[in-house]
Each structure stands twice: as structure tokens, then as C-alpha cells.
């Protein structure tokens, strides 16, 4: 379920393809892509939740179960996708809905 769904507090974020830090973040997505077109960027534009971190919302929605001794760990966490929220692969500024 995307964050959306649940909750309005969220924010869209572009994480440039290879690059080591995020370079941008919307209140929307469409505010997201017309950024990304505008500047013909690639990469992807993540939705985030804004108030918790997204391997305990992740835990508490159910979409993820610790199962592993690593799994709550400091780096695990830190390193921890939301594969559950939206989000849109771009390439030249363009959603690559292949990718």
C-alpha cells in the first residue's frame, strides 16, 4: 500500500542514478517530475513517509518481519528500503516504466 494511502504526510524524494546523497525533495510527485523533465535528469523519485523511519513503519504495517539476527540492526536499518512505497524510475527526465 502505498504511503498515500495512509498517510498524507509525505514527501517525494530524487536519488540521482549512482550518485552517493539524494538531490531533491517535493511535497509532490508531480512537482517531482516536472523537476526531473526539467532538467532531464535520471534516477529515481521515491515517496517517503515524514515522521518515522521506514523499517519501523515498514515492521508495524506488517509488510516486513524481522526474521534474522541483523535484522533491526543499526546498518540494517540504515540501509533499509521503501520497496513498499511509490516510486519512478527516470531516464533523461522521463518515467522508464521498464525499469
Same mark, same amino acid.
Given at each position: 500500500?502505498?504511503?498515500?494511502? !495512509?498517510?498524507? =504526510?509525505?514527501? !517525494?524524494?530524487?536519488?540521482?542514478?549512482?550518485? #552517493?546523497?539524494?538531490?531533491?525533495?517535493?511535497?509532490?510527485?508531480?512537482?517531482?517530475?516536472? !523537476?526531473?523533465?526539467?532538467? #532531464?535528469?535520471?534516477?529515481?523519485?521515491?515517496?517517503?513517509?515524514?515522521? =518515522?523511519?521506514?523499517?519501523?513503519?515498514?515492521?508495524?504495517?506488517?509488510?516486513?518481519?524481522?526474521?534474522?539476527? /541483523?535484522?533491526?540492526?543499526?546498518? /540494517?536499518?540504515?540501509?533499509?528500503?521503501?520497496? !513498499?512505497? #511509490?516510486?519512478? /524510475?527516470?531516464?533523461?527526465?522521463?518515467? =522508464?516504466?521498464?525499469?
Amino acid at each position: 500500500m502505498p504511503v498515500s494511502d !495512509w498517510d498524507q =504526510n509525505a514527501v !517525494w524524494i530524487f536519488h540521482g542514478e549512482d550518485a #552517493r546523497f539524494a538531490s531533491a525533495v517535493f511535497t509532490t510527485e508531480a512537482d517531482a517530475l516536472s !523537476w526531473a523533465a526539467r532538467h #532531464r535528469v535520471s534516477g529515481i523519485v521515491t515517496e517517503y513517509p515524514v515522521g =518515522n523511519g521506514c523499517y519501523d513503519i515498514a515492521v508495524e504495517r506488517g509488510s516486513f518481519t524481522p526474521s534474522k539476527p /541483523h535484522h533491526g540492526s543499526a546498518s /540494517h536499518v540504515a540501509a533499509f528500503s521503501p520497496g !513498499w512505497t #511509490r516510486h519512478v /524510475h527516470l531516464v533523461d527526465g522521463l518515467p =522508464n516504466h521498464g525499469g
